[in-house]
């Protein structure tokens, strides 16, 4: 995959995410090798982790054989509650922050 620096405007040819932890808040990110800008990728927690693994499963299941619609609507309020909770993380928790205090 292969990315444009907002900042730079230099290509980064293959991002490596990292992850950095605070406590139960865990954040992946890249950064620029030109520039140094920082790129949040997620911030989770362990409840949100572990529904997101949850929801891996789901979603193998639905690839590999015939599920009811109650099955998939499931699947599919899981995913939307996994993502308004890493919206309200990232807001809650900025990746910014951990590097404030340098």
């Not at 299941?61 to 939307?80: A, G, N, Y």
């Amino acid at each position: 995959m292969e990315i444009t620096c907002d900042k730079c405007g230099k290509m980064i040819p293959e991002p490596v995410w990292e992850t950095v932890r605070d406590g139960d808040i865990e954040h992946t990110f890249f950064i620029c090798n030109s520039c140094g800008a920082i790129y949040p990728v997620s911030v989770t927690d362990g409840p949100l982790r572990r529904n997101i693994e949850e929801y891996t499963k789901m979603a193998q299941r639905l690839k590999e054989e015939k599920c009811s619609e109650s099955f998939q609507r499931q699947v599919q309020e899981l995913k939307e509650a996994n993502v308004k909770r890493s919206r309200e993380l990232a807001i809650l928790h900025p990746l910014a922050s951990l590097f404030l205090d340098e």
